[in-house]
Nanobody, 121 residues
Framework: QVQLVESGGGLVQPGGSLKLSCAASGSIFSINVMGWYRQAPGNQRELVATITSGVSTTYADSVKGRFTISRDNAKNTVTLQMNSLKPEDTAVYYC???????????????WGQGTQVTVSS
């Protein structure tokens, strides 16, 4: 089994910064992509940022220039540095991993438990 565990959520003022981290563990053969998604009350879960094993990145338009995703392949971790936070960023943030558990199988989708980020004055 594969587990993804997030940390770093909390309460921050508008314009402030916060860093989220996620560690993958378990039966891992390889990790193709890791990323972050978020879901606010009443909204669909949306992509925030992703990063491949080759460190190619993708960002939602709403966070470009403010958020930075990074990855440590040796440690199977992914980090989201969030700057210039806005109240609209308030959501539960979920870590995502596209992970192979065996050379004989393709990628599977794995999710963390979520961590709350609240941006409020």
């Amino acid at each position: 089994q594969v587990q993804l565990v997030e940390s770093g959520g909390g309460l921050v003022q508008p314009g402030g910064s916060l860093k989220l981290s996620c560690a993958a563990s378990g039966s891992i053969f390889s990790i193709n992509v890791m990323g972050w998604y978020r879901q606010a009350p009443g909204n669909q879960r949306e992509l925030v940022a992703t990063i491949t094993s080759g460190v190619s990145t993708t960002y939602a338009d709403s966070v470009k220039g403010r958020f930075t995703i990074s990855r440590d392949n040796a440690k199977n971790t992914v980090t989201l540095q969030m700057n210039s936070l806005k109240p609209e960023d308030t959501a539960v943030y979920y870590c995502y991993g596209g992970i192979r558990t065996s050379i004989r199988r393709g990628m599977g989708d794995y999710w963390g438990q979520g961590t709350q980020v609240t941006v409020s004055s």
